[in-house]
Structure formats: structure tokens, C-alpha cells
């Protein structure tokens, strides 16, 4: 009897320690978290309904932010420049990589060499990136455009036409995404057991055969996860489009992304409001996209 | 079977070649670049190699701008970011994975939630809180919101939470509490993660661009991403001196990169299988 009392009692005091260092533990992230990122979402909620007066003084408004951006065809050309640019870079950059990764997951010499070679860009700043290939893309002094003249093709001004400035964005988007993507999913390659391949060749299946009924299907959950991580990603797309594409380049309104012009309105004109319901319904889009690819993952990835 | 898959490999080198041209050109056309006069970097038909290597390109950057600064102000926020994420994320994912506290599961889906939040949608009030905090342009403003990371509790969490029982069992029968089981036992086993956890902090906060340009734009407290910004304001087309800036802004990551490469492939990796 006394001894099951002095046990409950023990425990009740572990627990209760477990419960002071739980807190204890978690209070400086949760501190911070809270401080810095979760209270301000809220705070970007309410600031989209006011508008902000020249001295960060600001007042209800109601709806007035979200007309305004509505009203501003600006607005609607990042829109459809970010969405463009997702659905093009982020198939696009996945299907090079799947290629990539399992050219590169068939026991071939200097697999180490090619990885450094591809994985380079994600080492690198996005504002360098953005800034070498402005060098390339120089519509005068350009390599590429002198490339394509050695077969005659006269190149067009790659960031100040309207009709390509956005293609230009999507060729770098991919080539700095090729690299976390091929990474990602070679491991994922790794994963998947040699012997079905043997077994499928000693049924005579070929190559090509085993890639789309052995490697896709058994490779599709992590190309589901790089697939929702790219998505996110690319609708975030700013640092080398701000390098590459000032503010006063004709082809602005085809290059600006959505963050872009938040970044614009936020910090250079200073309408805060406007700035945050752009953030508020981007951040909408993108939950509503993440949603949707949660739902047809179903459809298409094979879990064990 | 043998000759087959020889032609077969060299396809496949061939193939591998061509994508690592791609990548690896433009990076040597920004040294090339770098080292020539703007006469030649503009000459038709192109040049490949300078006549003579322009050093003065390098010299001129440093002369112009604050670029040791640069190189300080980046290399000290990200060191202050990574040891006070890998401390701070793994306290608290220590405490989601082995302790068991009431509201441990709420605030864990509180912690989820942040990573669903794209940056945009705290941008605005983080800048006025440094801002409110008299904080522009310090050190300080580049490393306080990024000190905090959901991504990292997490990331650890999943590590704390596949390790034995026993270690944990044995250590408190001997006494030791929460702090000494974390410290003593779990951190040293949780290598990997925090590995992975600090490359990708070193390589977010050295790469970060946005954050920097909004709240830091006094030169002398600059990172490199925006000091390169800036460099751009100043040399709208003397790409020599451009490419040379570019080159001084991104080399230190990229030879980080070579010499831990396989750190940085498979902390990557690891957060596609752990994710």
C-alpha cells in the first residue's frame, strides 16, 4: 500500500518534470516561431484590409487592397507569369532530372564528377546566377546568341522582348532546379531493388520497358515530394528574376513574378496593404495547388 | 552482353557530357569573362581566353566597394544562424520526439503549419519589428527571424524519434535528466541529421537575398547577395567587373561544396526520404 503510493507519487514527479523540460525545450523555437512568423501571418491578414498612409500609419479600409490589386493589370501579368512559370519550369526541370538520375544510377565511372557538375547551381547564389546569365543572355555581346549564329540563326533580345523574356526565366529556373531534384531523386533510385530489373530482363523486357513499368511507378513518391517542393518553390520565384529584369525593361510586364511585384509594392512604393493581400491570395493559391496535388497523388503514386 | 552495354555506356557518357557542358559553361564564361577587358568581353567574333588576365577587374571591386565587409557580414550571420538553429531546432525536437508533455501534439502541428507558410505572408511585420526594434541595417536583422526554424524541428524530430529506448532507459536510472540525456546521448547519435540541417542553413543564409535587401541597405552591412545587387547599380555593363563580383560572391560556397560534397548530396537527400 505505502509502497504503490511513494511509486505514484515517483511517478507524478517524473511526470511533472517531463512536463518542465518539455516546455523548457521547445520555449525558445516555439518563442520565436510565434514572434516571427505566426503572429505576422495573422498581422498580414489584417494589414491587407487597411491602407497605409506615407508615415507606416494605417487604417481600415475594407475590401479597398484586394479591389485595387485586382484593378491593377500589373497584377494580373505576375500572376500569370508565375503560373506559366511553374507549370512550364516545374515538369520541365522533373522530367530532365528523372532523365539525369538514372543515367546516373547505372554504375558508370566518374558518377561522382557528373553529380558535382550538375548539383554546382544549387551551390550557388541565386543573385550570381541571375547575374551570369544576364552576361549570357546580352542580346549584343551574348554567347548564346553568338552560338546561334554559327548557325545563322539570328538570336532574339532575350530579356527585353516581351515574346521571350519569360521562356529566358524558365531556362534559368530549370537549370539551377535540375541539380536538388536529381539529388533527391537518386536516392530515391537507390531505393528501388536491383533484382526486379534482372527479373524483368530475364522476362526480355527492355530498357525503355523497365523504365516505365519498373523505375516510374516505383519512383513515383518521391517524384510526388519533389514535384510539391518545386511547386512551392517556383511560385517564390524572385532573386534572379530581380538581377536579371529591372524595373525599367520594356518586357517587365511579361518577367515579373508574383513576388516581385510584392517586393515593388512593399518595400519600394509603400503600399503595405496592397503587398499583403497579394501575399495573402498567392499564399491561397499555393495552398489550394498543394491541396489539389495531394488529391491526385491517388491516381498516380504506387506506395508499397 | 559485354558490347552491348559498352556502346550503351558510352551513350550514356555522351548524353552526361552534353548536360554537364551545359552546366559547368556558364560558370566558366563568368571567370573568362571576368579576366577581360570590356574590349574584348565585347569583341565580335568572341574571344574565348584574354590577351592578358585583367586582375585589376578584382582589384577594382575591392577598391570600389566594401567586399571584405561583404565577405564578413555573410560569413558571420551564417555561422551565428547555423549553431543557434542546430541548437535551438534540435532542443525542441528532442522534446517533440521523447518527451511526453501535454500540448506536445499541438504545438508540433503548430510548428507543421509555419512550414506551409510562404515567406511573403511574414515579410511584412518581420521588417517592422526590426524595424520597431531600431535593428535596420545591424547584423542582428539578418540572423533574428532565421535563428527560429520549423523545418529544422522537424527535420531533427524524425531523427530523435527512430533512436532506441534502451539508451534513454539506462541513462535515467543513473540519474541523469532531460538536459544530460540530450546533451550526452542523443545529440552525438543524431549526427546525420544535424549535419544536413546545417548545410542547409549554411546554404539558405548565404544565398538569402530577399530578407538582406529589405532590411540591410547601408554597404557596410550588406551580404554578399545584396552587395552584388548593388555592384550591379554601379557597373550596369562593365560585365568584367560584374563577372568578377559574381565570382568573389559565390566561389566560397562552391568550394565548401567540393570538399563536403557528399555531405551536401546526402543531407539533401536525407530530406526527401525523411520529408
Redesign the interface.
Known amino acids: 500500500m505505502k509502497d504503490t503510493k511513494v511509486a505514484t507519487r515517483q511517478m507524478s514527479t517524473l511526470?511533472k518534470?517531463?512536463?518542465f523540460?518539455?516546455?523548457l525545450?521547445?520555449a525558445?523555437?516555439?518563442l520565436?516561431?510565434l514572434?516571427?512568423?505566426?503572429?505576422?501571418?495573422f498581422?498580414?491578414f489584417y494589414?491587407s484590409f487597411n491602407d497605409w498612409g506615407d508615415f507606416?500609419n494605417y487604417s481600415w479600409s475594407g475590401l479597398q487592397n484586394y479591389k485595387d490589386m485586382f484593378d491593377d493589370p500589373q497584377i494580373w501579368y505576375s500572376f500569370r507569369n508565375t503560373l506559366v512559370y511553374a507549370f512550364v519550369m516545374v515538369p520541365f526541370s522533373i522530367a530532365i532530372s528523372i532523365?539525369?538520375a538514372v543515367?546516373?544510377n547505372?554504375k558508370?565511372k566518374?558518377l561522382?564528377?557528373?553529380?558535382?557538375?550538375?548539383?554546382?547551381?544549387?551551390?550557388?547564389?541565386?543573385?550570381?546566377i541571375g547575374?551570369?546569365?544576364k552576361?549570357?543572355y546580352?542580346a549584343?555581346?551574348g554567347?548564346i546568341n553568338?552560338m546561334l549564329?554559327w548557325f545563322s540563326i539570328d538570336g532574339p533580345s532575350w530579356l527585353t522582348d516581351p515574346n521571350w523574356v519569360l521562356i529566358s526565366i524558365i531556362i534559368v529556373g530549370t537549370?539551377s532546379a535540375?541539380g536538388?531534384n536529381m539529388?533527391?531523386l537518386?536516392?530515391?533510385l537507390q531505393g528501388i531493388p536491383k533484382s526486379l530489373y534482372e527479373a524483368a530482363s530475364l522476362d526480355g523486357a527492355s530498357p525503355i520497358y523497365s523504365f516505365f513499368k519498373i523505375t516510374l511507378p516505383l519512383l513515383s513518391p518521391?517524384i510526388f515530394?519533389?514535384a510539391v517542393?518545386s511547386f512551392?518553390s517556383a511560385?517564390?520565384v524572385?532573386?534572379f528574376i530581380?538581377?536579371m529584369v529591372s524595373p525599367t525593361n520594356p518586357a517587365i510586364d511579361s518577367a515579373q513574378s508574383?513576388?516581385y511585384l510584392?517586393?515593388h509594392y512593399?518595400?519600394v512604393i509603400g503600399e503595405?496593404g496592397i503587398?499583403?493581400a497579394?501575399?495573402?491570395v498567392?499564399?491561397i493559391i499555393?495552398?489550394v495547388l498543394?491541396i489539389i496535388q495531394f488529391r491526385l497523388q491517388k491516381r498516380w503514386v504506387h506506395y508499397e | 552482353m559485354e558490347n552491348v552495354s559498352k556502346s550503351r555506356k558510352l551513350v550514356i557518357h555522351l548524353l552526361l557530357l552534353c548536360g554537364a557542358i551545359l552546366m559547368i559553361g556558364p560558370f566558366l564564361w563568368m571567370i573568362l569573362t571576368s579576366l577581360k577587358t570590356v574590349g574584348e568581353a565585347a569583341q565580335i567574333p568572341p574571344k574565348i581566353f584574354p590577351e592578358v588576365f585583367q586582375w585589376s577587374n578584382y582589384k577594382e571591386i575591392f577598391d570600389s566597394f566594401p567586399f571584405a565587409g561583404f565577405y564578413w557580414n555573410t560569413f558571420i550571420t551564417t555561422i551565428i544562424k547555423t549553431i543557434g538553429q542546430l541548437f535551438l531546432c534540435s532542443l525542441a525536437a528532442y522534446a517533440f520526439a521523447r518527451i511526453k508533455f501535454p500540448g506536445r501534439n499541438f504545438f508540433f502541428i503548430l510548428y507543421l503549419s509555419v512550414l506551409m507558410i510562404p515567406p511573403q505572408a511574414f515579410l511584412i511585420p518581420q521588417y517592422q519589428i526590426i524595424a520597431n526594434l531600431d535593428l535596420l541595417n545591424t547584423l542582428t536583422a539578418l540572423v533574428l527571424p532565421g535563428l527560429f526554424s520549423a523545418f529544422g524541428t522537424f527535420l531533427l524530430r524524425q531523427f530523435f524519434m527512430t533512436m532506441p529506448d534502451e539508451l534513454e532507459e539506462a541513462a535515467k536510472i543513473d540519474g541523469c535528466n532531460h538536459f544530460q540525456i540530450y546533451w550526452r546521448i542523443m545529440l552525438p547519435l543524431a549526427k546525420p541529421g544535424l549535419i544536413a540541417l546545417a548545410i542547409f542553413t549554411i546554404l539558405w543564409s548565404w544565398n538569402d537575398f530577399l530578407w538582406p535587401l529589405i532590411v540591410n541597405s547601408s554597404p557596410d552591412k550588406m551580404p554578399l547577395s545584396a552587395g552584388l545587387a548593388s555592384l550591379q547599380g554601379q557597373y550596369s555593363t562593365n560585365y568584367p567587373v560584374l563577372m568578377a563580383g559574381t565570382f568573389l560572391a559565390s566561389w566560397p560556397l562552391i568550394i565548401i561544396f567540393m570538399l563536403f560534397q557528399k555531405a551536401f548530396v546526402e543531407g539533401i537527400a536525407l530530406s526527401g526520404r525523411k520529408g
Open positions: 511526470k518534470n517531463d512536463i523540460w518539455g516546455y525545450f521547445i525558445p523555437t516555439l520565436g516561431l514572434i516571427f512568423y505566426i503572429f505576422p501571418v498581422q498580414t494589414y507606416g532523365v539525369i543515367l546516373l547505372q558508370i566518374g561522382t564528377i557528373y553529380r558535382t557538375l550538375f548539383f554546382l547551381p544549387v551551390v550557388t547564389m541565386p543573385a550570381a547575374m551570369i546569365w552576361w549570357l546580352n549584343d555581346y554567347i553568338h549564329e537549370w535540375i536538388t539529388v533527391i537518386l536516392s530515391g518521391t515530394f519533389v517542393i512551392i511560385f517564390q524572385f532573386d530581380f538581377m508574383v513576388i510584392f517586393y512593399a518595400f503595405k503587398a499583403a497579394i501575399a495573402f498567392l499564399f499555393i495552398l498543394t
